[in-house]
């Protein structure tokens, strides 16, 4: 589904076969899950495929290394360039982009001797799919900022967010959400929450989340429709009073919440503002915002 025997990578500089390439079994990324990562999507647009807000996915996978003292050796433009590449030789229009920072071999806790790069892609249709979703407030919680960088991007992180996701499809839920270590709520385990109540959107704020791409698009757009949204710390209370609320995310791009454990939000999602939201990042996406490479 991912790849197949003629799909290609960019790997450390160079395009490679996707089934050809290998990794060491003593990564450090593959023990203690030391690495990071982003999650890009493509659109076809006018004139040609467009990576949707590449530059800033590139400069959050570059702080995440920062944050989490991993080596990141290459610069912005070269990555966004190469992901032009791998989309272009893997003839992708819309797709999802997978970049990778992974660690050499060291089984000990110390700072990697090398890291590697390797960017991937494959068309992938709405993560979340696109019917409205039936959620449930996970029994984990989002890992506490003092124990992590929960800002960045780091591959086991994700254990978190697997837990979750599969606590709630155990339980018969399309997906899960999860406070914060303080009661709070805070996100899913791929995307971020807004919702709406008197006209007014509401959206848990920086700190205990990871800091979303889509998120700040959402911000964008909302700012542009003039709609008011407030960031702070809310409780599932406020969550239950709201009318409607959503999830963004670059994979999941807006998707409309139904219930979460079985409590209904009471507006239509057609007539909500997460809609119109949705409806414009839609076509955001597809905007041609400068010349396309391909
Ligand atoms: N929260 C978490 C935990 C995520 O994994 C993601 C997906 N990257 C998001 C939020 C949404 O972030 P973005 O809009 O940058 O994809």
């Avoid at 993560?127 to 992590?148: E, V």
């Amino acid at each position: 589904m991912y790849y197949n025997h003629n799909s290609l990578i960019f790997l450390n500089g160079k395009m490679v076969k996707a089934n050809e390439s290998v990794t060491d079994l003593y990564s450090q990324t593959l023990h203690y899950g030391y690495g990071v990562f982003e999650g890009i999507r493509a659109y076809k647009t006018e004139s040609g495929t467009q990576v949707f807000k590449a530059e800033a996915h590139y400069e959050r996978l570059k702080k995440s290394c920062e944050l989490v003292k991993i080596p990141f050796n290459w610069s912005v433009s070269e990555l966004v360039e190469a992901t032009y590449q791998v989309l272009k030789a893997n003839n992708l229009s819309d797709a999802y982009v997978r970049p990778l920072v992974f660690c050499s071999p060291n089984m000990s806790l110390t700072r990697p001797n090398e890291v590697s790069v390797m960017i991937c892609a494959w068309e992938w249709g709405a993560y979340l799919g696109d019917k409205q979703l039936r959620l449930t407030l996970s029994s984990y919680c989002r890992p506490h900022p003092r124990s992590l960088h929960v800002e960045a991007k780091v591959c086991g992180h994700y254990v978190n967010s697997i837990l979750a996701t599969t606590e709630a499809k155990d339980n018969g839920y399309d997906e899960a959400l999860l406070l914060d270590c303080d009661g709070y709520l805070a996100e899913g385990p791929g995307a971020n929450l807004f919702f709406e109540k008197d006209g007014i959107l509401y959206t848990p704020k920086l700190g205990n989340i990871l800091p979303g791409i889509t998120r700040a698009t959402v911000l964008e757009l909302a700012d542009k429709f003039g709609f008011e949204v407030q960031q702070g710390s809310y409780t599932p209370e406020d969550l239950w009073e709201a009318d409607s609320a959503f999830y963004c995310g670059t994979a999941a791009e807006i998707i409309g919440i139904e219930s979460v454990d079985e409590i209904t939000f009471r507006k239509d999602w057609n007539n909500s503002l997460g809609k119109q939201l949705q409806e414009a990042y839609s076509k955001l996406v597809r905007e041609t915002t400068k010349v396309s490479r391909q």
